[in-house]
């Protein structure tokens, strides 16, 4: 029988000693608002982006030859966890550091590498995700977006949905389908690399329903694509997308949305809480300690070198019905109303957060699908 | 885990595998003392997986005893055998000799307390216990007790006391104990009156963490072997989703609790304890719920096995403190921090 173990996981001193760094390095750069952090991997900022490159903070693990700095996945992890807990601005150069560079070192070719990675290190050159479509999502092999083959490369038709910073960051890695009639519905798929620059590339903002404009529309018009942009091998995007959503899954990221509501709780509860605060409040910790010590393991595994796919679907999972309960529960404690202009932190924080929490059991694998594949990974077939 | 622990772990699993059957389970429920069992469990020392090898005991640290107690609440087994290495690790602490045979602890409830006072060379013990685990079938008790006021730890034999005899509703033994000026073996003072109360919190939470896999092994076996509609109920999504969060909950409570134990190992493990026993707690009520909602009408029977580790989880949950005790103390530790301090203080190792 299968079971998930989630073996305790210590950090080396190295890792400790690289905290202090980063928490000193936070207390110098980041000053945003209490409201402001609590947008964390939203926020994009890329003054922001490159001073964390200069630190040596961006593909801390990647090879030297591609200006890498050959770091643990420890190291990184505090890096990010530090980042996160704070609430600073990851997200220009987020989404780079944590699955399309990795996907470049594993299935890119070495002019890719050489190309692309160190920009990225740098932090200046931003990705983002060309997944999803509008017929697409949970079904992802369903996607349609087509590149067919013609002199010199490939010409793109078709449209990507929820595409995160499209509008901001140089590069797509983008999924899209070579071959219309494959022999298995998993076949078929190419990950190409897009330069949003490309002529026939047209990106329109999708406000949230916080109004918020990070998501985007991306239609394809005879884009065209250079051969030398495929990564990977032709047909074989779907393994390789399964490899590259293991990496977006695994990440502290997927436990920390809501820690600063957390800590604006606790603010509004004083120094001397009544029980129900305290039960409430107790309750929170206990859960976001348990989840940091699952989320550490899993940086443990990826450390030994193994590949914990599925322990990083269930602190998913786990870490989005946290995050998720927290701003009603944050309600229920406090006759606050959540404000948009006034209002303290707590009012602020709560109404931002309350009004996003919905994309997070939908956001890199939605509750149902990854409960699927953990159902899968207890031998129910 | 490290060799010597992964083989400790197959061989308590092979022992339990052995001694706990079905009959052994029901006989004690019944009342009777599984001799066998507690035979075999001394042989190999686990009860005294804690006592330093100077005492007579195995020299293991809290690491090992999480592996033997994971193990004791995975396979349900009805002996008092986390008890006793907790007790044999208290009085080993205190610098006092640990008996052989089944030892267990007073007082289990938070408001209680007994009161030791020395005349001459000895020491006599008064006050009343309840919810004493095996309190009426173990050869001797480890207590905490206060002596002028200052906590001490004390050895006590069977038959000092009066008993009123209780069970929880797993069947095991929780008896009340009546001490009225009763013979203590010996007596030394300990650091802190707390640690009873706390250590049995962390070890109830492994022996949680050991249930909840059973009760998941149990429901995706059941979900995959029973045919509904044509085909295993386990290909229904909905039967799924429900073991996919029991599977989480389960992975959840098994970190919480083996991170509490090595921090014991290393130092203070007050604030891993408190989100152990609130994780394990919390987690008992939805898995203990998912497993017989999987298991329909069959797994409300008596003579299926579920039984035997959700009426334990039932239990456990609320012995050393719920979800609530614990969580309120983790709140009020958090909120007096204040909030710039909690994240230091959650990554604090």
């Known amino acids: ?70 770091r643990t996945f420890f190291e990184r992890y505090v890096v990010l966890e530090e980042m996160l807990a704070a609430g600073a601005p990851v997200s220009a150069h987020w989404v780079a550091d944590r699955q399309s560079g990795p996907l470049l070192l594993r299935f890119g070719t070495e002019e890719q590498r050489q190309r692309f990675l160190p920009q990225i290190v740098r932090g200046e050159c931003y990705f983002c995700i060309g997944m999803s479509e509008p017929d697409s999502g949970s079904d992802l092999a369903s996607v349609r977006t087509r590149a067919e083959k013609v002199d010199g490369g490939w010409k793109v038709n078709g449209t990507k949905l929820w595409t995160s910073g499209a509008h901001r960051t140089h590069y797509m890695i983008a999924l899209f389908r070579t071959d219309p009639n494959p022999e298995d519905r998993h076949g078929g798929l190419t990950q190409f690399l897009v330069d949003m620059k490309s002529p026939g590339i047209t990106v329109r903002p999708v406000p949230d329903l916080a109004g918020q404009e990070h998501f985007n529309e991306v239609i394809f018009e005879d884009a065209f694509v250079p051969d030398d942009m495929l990564v990977g091998t032709e047909g074989g995007g779907w393994g390789q997308v399964t490899a590259e959503l293991a990496f977006e899954r695994s990440g502290p990221e997927r436990y920390l949305s809501c820690i600063r509501l957390l800590l604006e709780l606790i603010r509004e509860a004083s120094q001397d809480p009544t029980e129900r605060q305290a039960v409430a409040i107790g309750k929170l910790v206990a859960q976001l300690a348990n989840l940091r010590q699952m989320s550490l393991s899993v940086a443990g595994m990826l450390q030994d070198g193994k590949s914990p796919a599925l322990e990083a679907s269930v602190v998913k999972d786990l870490g989005a019905v946290f995050e998720q309960s927290l701003p009603g529960i944050a309600q229920d404690l406090s006759e606050l109303e959540p404000t948009l202009e006034n209002g303290n932190d707590f009012q602020q924080v709560l109404a931002f957060l309350t009004q996003v929490s919905p994309s997070f059991s939908l956001r890199g694998g939605t509750r149902e699908i990854l409960r699927g594949i953990i159902a899968r990974g207890l031998g129910l077939r | 885990m490290n060799e010597l622990r992964a083989i400790l772990s197959d061989s308590i699993a092979r022992l339990l595998t052995d001694e706990v059957t079905v009959d052994v389970r029901r006989s004690a429920e019944d009342g009777d003392w599984p001799t066998a069992l507690w035979t075999k469990l001394e042989e190999n020392g686990h009860p005294r997986v804690l006592v330093p090898e100077d005492q007579g005991g195995v020299g293991g640290g809290w690491l090992d005893a999480h592996t033997v107690i994971q193990a004791a609440g995975r396979f349900a087994a009805p002996v008092p055998i986390s008890e006793t290495i907790l007790a044999g690790r208290i009085l080993a602490d205190a610098a006092l000799d640990v008996p052989d045979g089944p030892i267990t602890i007073a007082p289990v ?13 000895s020491w006599s013990l008064s006050g009343t216990v309840s919810r004493v685990p095996w309190g009426a079938a173990a050869d001797h008790l480890a207590v905490q007790a206060e002596a002028d006021g200052q906590p001490h730890v004390a050895l006590v034999a069977q038959g000092q006391a009066s008993i009123q005899a209780d069970r929880n509703i797993a069947r095991e033994p929780r008896d009340t104990l009546t001490f009225e000026g009763a013979a203590v073996i010996a007596a030394a003072p300990a650091s802190d009156r707390d640690s009873l109360w706390r250590y049995g919190a962390m070890i109830r939470s492994a022996q949680i963490a050991g249930a909840l896999e059973t009760v998941l092994d149990q429901s995706v076996q059941y979900a995959n072997d029973r045919v509904q509609f044509g085909r295993p109920i386990g290909k229904f999504q909905a039967v799924q989703q429900q073991l996919a969060i029991l599977a989480g909950q389960t992975a959840a409570v098994g970190a919480a ?34 497993a017989h909602q999987t298991h329909g009408a069959i797994g409300f029977t008596y003579e299926h096995t579920l039984h035997y580790a959700t009426r334990r989880l039932w239990s456990w949950r609320a012995e050393f403190g719920t ?27």
Not at chain 1, 32 to 45: I, L, N, Q, Y
Not at chain 2, 109 to 121: A, C, H, M, Y
Request: charged share 30%; net charge negative; glycine share 10%.
């Open chain 1, 1 to 70: 029988m299968q079971h998930f173990h989630f073996e305790p996981c210590q950090l080396p001193p190295e890792a400790e000693e690289l905290r202090v760094e980063v928490r000193d390095f936070l207390t110098e750069n980041l000053h945003d608002p209490e409201v402001k952090r609590a947008r964390s991997w939203s926020g994009f900022e890329p003054e922001f982006s490159r001073k964390v490159g200069e630190r040596g903070w961006i593909g801390m693990t990647w090879p030297k030859q591609y200006g890498g700095h050959e």
């Open chain 2, 257 to 290: 609790a083996e991170t509490a134990f090595g921090k014991a190992e290393a130092g203070d493990p007050e604030f891993e304890i408190m989100v152990a026993k609130t994780r394990a707690s919390e987690a008992a009520e939805a898995a203990a719920s998912i």
């Open chain 2, 323 to 349: 979800a609530s005790h614990w969580a309120g103390r983790l709140g009020r530790l958090a909120a007096g921090r204040g909030a710039d301090a909690l994240w230091p203080m959650v990554v604090a190792r």
């Open chain 2, 109 to 121: 409830r938070p408001d209680e307390v007994l009161k030791i006072s020395r005349t001459g060379n």
